[in-house]
């Protein structure tokens, strides 16, 4: 008879033993090495997101930053020449009496420069803003006499004065106008 003996279900021999005790001490340096790799692979990935999201977040801050700058370059450029364009339309009103073709011929030329500058105008965004017949709206009227008028509600504008205008949806200059009590 041989002294070997069959292990029973569940036992394990020495070499067996000895194999995992060899396998077991080796395995939580592994089980820790990817525990640190997994951690500091999220860490760098959360790095490399925050980072995206702070590029996206500077991009649209620079792209504000130019908008606004274009804007105010804008309104600085046409809050000078908005007194040209009052005088334009002074002289088309004033319009000198005497030889009639040559009336109709300075009228013609003073009519055209008035378009041509009010086309450049509204290029850059410039845009009268609506009075006569209108409600008045402190937002974008600015009142310069209340007066009685029976053919208009209390609160309409009556007349304009100076015509108002707006650069986008920012007022660059109020209407003065007459309104009704």
Same mark, same amino acid.
């Given at each position: 008879m041989t002294n070997e003996t069959t292990p029973v279900e569940g036992q394990t021999t020495g070499e067996e033993a000895a194999q995992e005790g060899v396998a077991e001490s080796a395995a939580p340096d592994l089980v820790d090495q990817l525990t640190e790799a997994q951690a500091q692979a999220a860490e760098y990935l959360d790095g490399w997101q925050r980072a995206r999201a702070e590029l996206a977040n500077y991009r649209r801050r620079v792209e504000n930053q130019r908008a606004e700058m274009a804007v105010a370059a804008n309104a600085d450029l046409l809050a000078n020449l908005l007194p040209i364009l009052d005088d334009l339309e002074l002289a088309i009103a004033n319009a000198p009496k005497g030889d009639a073709e040559a009336w109709q011929e300075w009228h013609d030329g003073i009519t055209l420069i008035l378009h041509k500058f009010q086309a450049v105008l509204a290029s850059?965004?410039?845009? @009268?803003?609506?009075? =006569?017949?209108? +409600?008045?709206? @402190?937002?974008?009227? =600015?009142?310069? +006499?209340?007066?009685?008028?029976?053919?208009?509600e209390s609160g309409q504008i009556i007349g304009q004065v100076r015509r108002g205008y707006k650069l986008g949806d920012r007022v660059l200059r109020a209407s003065l106008v007459r309104v009704a009590q």
């Amino acid at each position: 008879m041989t002294n070997e003996t069959t292990p029973v279900e569940g036992q394990t021999t020495g070499e067996e033993a000895a194999q995992e005790g060899v396998a077991e001490s080796a395995a939580p340096d592994l089980v820790d090495q990817l525990t640190e790799a997994q951690a500091q692979a999220a860490e760098y990935l959360d790095g490399w997101q925050r980072a995206r999201a702070e590029l996206a977040n500077y991009r649209r801050r620079v792209e504000n930053q130019r908008a606004e700058m274009a804007v105010a370059a804008n309104a600085d450029l046409l809050a000078n020449l908005l007194p040209i364009l009052d005088d334009l339309e002074l002289a088309i009103a004033n319009a000198p009496k005497g030889d009639a073709e040559a009336w109709q011929e300075w009228h013609d030329g003073i009519t055209l420069i008035l378009h041509k500058f009010q086309a450049v105008l509204a290029s850059v965004g410039l845009s @009268p803003i609506p009075a =006569e017949g209108e +409600s008045f709206d @402190p937002n974008v009227h =600015e009142a310069i +006499s209340h007066e009685s008028s029976p053919e208009h509600e209390s609160g309409q504008i009556i007349g304009q004065v100076r015509r108002g205008y707006k650069l986008g949806d920012r007022v660059l200059r109020a209407s003065l106008v007459r309104v009704a009590q």
